[in-house]
């Protein structure tokens, strides 16, 4: 859709979905969310939520009206359904109905259940008129971690891998040195997607044999929870997921006392007598955590594929060639994109069993 195609709603949402992009690193668990005050086609008032916690798009954009006296003949253009109850701020459905604007048009519908549907209900029953579902699509896009997160109760699951042009993630023999097949340019491309997501899980195979740090290094953004598998309770405290540099969670079915020797570290027993990967996403969604990046060894990655605990996946192949070793997972799906980046094949998955939102 171009900008000369769209109608004149569609024009001012789209507004609202570039604001709601301003907060991909401070909004989530929450959900990215844009608002814009239109009187007599021109902006007097835009806004985004900024941080979790702290006051929603709506607050922000009423807070930014100067002329007040302008909100009885305006439209309020919002993403995502106004909210109905209290939680860590009040209602912005009762702040809509006591700014007296006469018009709202609402994005797509909130999925969670303490709103879904009833801020729109308690805004027409004040007696505006709201349209729903413009640009919905687009909307729910955006959103798709907290959709997942709010329907399907666990965190939103991109897993990330890199492999060899012959499709193998490490070769036969190891020689003495690291192999890398990523470059620092597409290293900066897993950074970010590092700072997209608020948890990253690696196995115990990958931290010991890789000994990665799992930060945000060469990108800009929040450190994610670093998630290790340790069955037996054998990690070193010299590893550098104990580094104390970002929040460490070591699941098992061992407690070998790391987590007491180290900064910010925390342990959770598994049931190994039952599928390790729902009670891991079961605490994970406990702890308010609404995406999980994986960046562990084939093991992890391909139960989370068999299992079907994944939404997206990106694979990066690299130009060398191993002619044998680890080979990559068979996630056994087209992909949905494929782009070369530099030098580099880079291919995004998405699932096609219609879980994931926004399809």
Request: charged share 25%; net charge positive.
């Amino acid at each position: 859709m171009t900008p000369h195609s769209m109608t004149t709603d569609e024009r001012w949402m789209a507004r609202c979905l570039q604001l709601a992009r301003c907060g991909c690193c401070g909004a989530p668990p929450n959900p990215m969310v844009g608002a814009v005050i239109v009187y007599q086609d021109r902006i007097i008032g835009e806004g985004y939520h900024v941080k979790c916690g702290e006051a929603h798009a709506e607050v922000n954009a009423f807070a930014a009206v100067t002329h007040p006296e302008w909100l009885k003949d305006s439209t309020l253009y919002v993403s995502l359904e106004p909210c109905s109850h209290f939680g860590r701020t009040p209602p912005c459905a009762d702040l809509i109905v006591r700014k007296g604007v006469r018009r709202v048009v609402v994005g797509c519908i909130d999925p969670y259940s303490e709103v879904s549907g009833r801020g729109v209900r308690l805004l027409r029953q004040a007696g505006i008129e709201v349209e729903v579902g413009v640009l919905e699509k687009e909307c729910m896009e955006l959103n798709r971690k907290f959709i997942v997160s709010q329907t399907q109760g666990r965190p939103f699951v991109t897993l990330k891998w890199a492999e060899s042009a012959d499709g193998f993630m490490a070769p036969e023999v190891l020689p003495s040195q690291n192999i890398f097949i990523s470059t620092p340019r597409t290293l900066m491309r897993a950074h970010r997607l590092r700072s997209e997501h608020q948890a990253v899980m690696i196995g115990r195979r990958t931290a010991q044999l890789d000994n990665p740090s799992l930060t945000v290094r060469r990108w800009s953004g929040p450190q994610p929870l670093r998630v290790v598998l340790d069955r037996d309770g054998v990690l070193s405290p010299s590893l550098r997921i104990f580094d104390g540099k970002a929040p460490t969670l070591v699941c098992g079915g061992r407690d070998n006392g790391v987590r007491r020797s180290q900064a910010d570290c925390d342990y959770i027993g598994l049931d190994y007598g039952r599928p390790v990967l729902p009670q891991v996403l079961a605490e994970l969604q406990r702890r308010r955590v609404q995406s999980l990046l994986v960046e562990g060894g084939r093991q992890l990655l391909q139960s989370f594929i068999d299992a079907g605990l994944w939404d997206e996946a990106h694979v990066e192949i690299g130009n060398a060639r191993f002619g044998g070793g680890l080979p990559a997972p068979d996630i056994n799906l087209p992909p949905v994109t494929e782009e070369i980046l530099w030098g580099h094949t880079v291919k995004h998955y998405r699932r096609t069993d219609g879980v994931q939102s926004g399809r």
